[in-house]
Nanobody
């Protein structure tokens, strides 16, 4: 069983930056891809970014491409999301989860292929 805890959210002005962290405990996630997702009020949970188990392959939603960067530190069992040039439309609860495919090179973006979701961290971007 993996226990996932997200942190780093907060209130920031448009154009600002935040760095989210996702710490996994209970078992190593170093052999699995990880993903960041977000859920805004009244909207469905959507894919933000994924990273494969080596950290060598990443994917981003078009809405965040060029502004967000996902990375991982397998020694710390932690995944990060660096968010720059934040916009009010980035306001949401951000979740981290573990993909269920073992050592997959390409990581799916569908939330239903992920497990061990955290409670999320709120990101609010003011205009």
């Amino acid at each position: 069983q993996v226990h996932t805890v997200e942190s780093g959210g907060g209130l920031v002005q448009a154009g600002g930056s935040l760095r989210l962290s996702c710490a996994a405990s209970g078992r190593t996630v170093s052999n699995y891809g990880m993903g960041w997702f977000r859920e805004a009020p009244g909207k469905e949970r959507e894919f933000v970014a994924t990273i494969n188990w080596t950290g060598g392959r990443t994917t981003y939603a078009d809405s965040v491409k060029g502004r967000f960067t996902i990375s991982r530190d397998n020694a710390k069992n932690t995944v990060y999301l660096q968010m720059n040039s934040l916009k009010p439309e980035d306001t949401a609860v951000y979740f981290c989860a573990t993909n269920t495919l073992y050592r997959a090179l390409a990581i799916p973006t569908e939330p239903e292929t992920y497990a061990y979701w955290g409670q999320g961290t709120q990101v609010t971007v003011s205009s």
